[in-house]
Each structure stands twice: as structure tokens, then as C-alpha cells.
């Protein structure tokens, strides 16, 4: 089964399910869809977050060996088939999150032309499209906040660390299966390295 290749363990690990796209420069009306599980390490995006600036954040919180987690089937179509991709993700047998692409903002010929757009030297672009709720983090409450700034003993750094060590994250053992009825389906479990 593809994918079934254990995810290492990092302490503040979190799944986000998304429709994956491969796209090409010259084919706007093709495109590649693929399940993905674009793994997020929250310590540091909590940590390098820059409210004015939140993109190079993320982008560090999901630059890790094994971070994407893509497969196991590459559907190629074209933009009709965009509404009738679905998927879901289990986490330890419990269904976390269900994504339908048809309730995405965008769809795949308006990602095409953004993204090449803007990046005028590419030929190929590989594209997760955005997750739904359902993942471990969530952003406080106004009252949390307050909680954890207290807690933080008034530093904003160490209240970002008081959030993230109120809320549970991926243990080793825990099993992610993420399925889809067009996409296939790919399961993984969490280990200690």
C-alpha cells in the first residue's frame, strides 16, 4: 500500500488533508489529482509566526524530510472533475476531517493561472490546495489567548508555547488513513526514530 511508510514522530506534529493538483505550464485544462497530507510541524510555525508576514512561517513548518505525503493514485482529468473529488482522513479509526473539492475557494484552472502567474520560469507545479477543519491545532480563543499570556507570564513567545502544549498533537502509534472513492486510499502510522 503506498504511503505505508512510517511518519517520524516530531512533537507538535499535525495532518492536514488536501486534494493534491500536477500541473503544467502548456496544459491549463489537464491536471493531476492525488491525495495528500501535507504534515505540519505547529511548534515551528507557532514560533516563527509573523502576523504581517505568515507565509515564510509555514513554509518552514512544512519543510521537513518526509513532511508531504502524497498518493497512492495520480488521476489525470480535467476541470469537471474537479467537483467529484472527495477524501477523508481517520485518525486512529475516527473520521477528523472530509474535504470536498467543490467547496474549495478556488478552482483548478483559477489555481493554474495564479500560481503560473507568478511563477513565470516553472514548467510543472505541484499544488496542495488547502485543508478543512479538523486538524489538531486550532487557533485561541480570545479568552485562551488571555489564559496563556498569563500563564506565559506575559511573553508572547512563551503564551505560544503554553497553547501548544495545551493541545494534542500526533503520538507515536497513532494510524492516519486518508481515503478517497477516485484517489485511492493511503495509511500510515506515526513512529518514534
Given at each position: 500500500m503506498a504511503n505505508s511508510k512510517a511518519i517520524p514522530y516530531r512533537k507538535h506534529l499535525d495532518y492536514e488533508l488536501e486534494i493534491g493538483l500536477l500541473m503544467h505550464r502548456d496544459a491549463p485544462e489537464r491536471f493531476g489529482y492525488f491525495l495528500a497530507n501535507d504534515l505540519t510541524d505547529r511548534g515551528v510555525q507557532v514560533e516563527t509566526y509573523d502576523k504581517k508576514n505568515p507565509a515564510p512561517g509555514f513554509g518552514k513548518a512544512k519543510s521537513f524530510e518526509g513532511a508531504l505525503r502524497a498518493g497512492p493514485l495520480l488521476a489525470i482529468g480535467d476541470a469537471s472533475a474537479w467537483p467529484k473529488m472527495s477524501a477523508s482522513l481517520k485518525l486512529n479509526g475516527e473520521v477528523r476531517q472530509t474535504l470536498n473539492a467543490e467547496?474549495?475557494?478556488?478552482?483548478?484552472?483559477?489555481?493554474?493561472?495564479?500560481?503560473?502567474?507568478?511563477?513565470?520560469?516553472?514548467?510543472?507545479?505541484?499544488?496542495?490546495?488547502?485543508?478543512?477543519?479538523?486538524?489538531?491545532?486550532?487557533?485561541?480563543?480570545?479568552?485562551?489567548?488571555?489564559?496563556?499570556?498569563?500563564?506565559?507570564?506575559?511573553?508572547?513567545?512563551?503564551?505560544?508555547?503554553?497553547?501548544?502544549?495545551?493541545?494534542?498533537?500526533?503520538?507515536?502509534?497513532?494510524?492516519?488513513?486518508?481515503?478517497?472513492?477516485?484517489?485511492?486510499?493511503?495509511?500510515?502510522?506515526?513512529?518514534?526514530?
Open positions: 467547496r474549495c475557494r478556488l478552482d483548478p484552472e483559477q489555481i493554474h493561472g495564479e500560481l503560473f502567474a507568478e511563477h513565470k520560469d516553472e514548467s510543472w507545479l505541484v499544488v496542495a490546495t488547502g485543508t478543512s477543519g479538523g486538524t489538531l491545532f486550532r487557533v485561541p480563543e480570545t479568552r485562551e489567548k488571555l489564559k496563556a499570556l498569563v500563564a506565559g507570564r506575559f511573553s508572547m513567545k512563551r503564551a505560544g508555547q503554553v497553547w501548544l502544549n495545551s493541545l494534542r498533537f500526533l503520538i507515536p502509534g497513532d494510524k492516519i488513513i486518508l481515503q478517497s472513492p477516485i484517489l485511492g486510499r493511503s495509511e500510515a502510522r506515526l513512529e518514534q526514530e
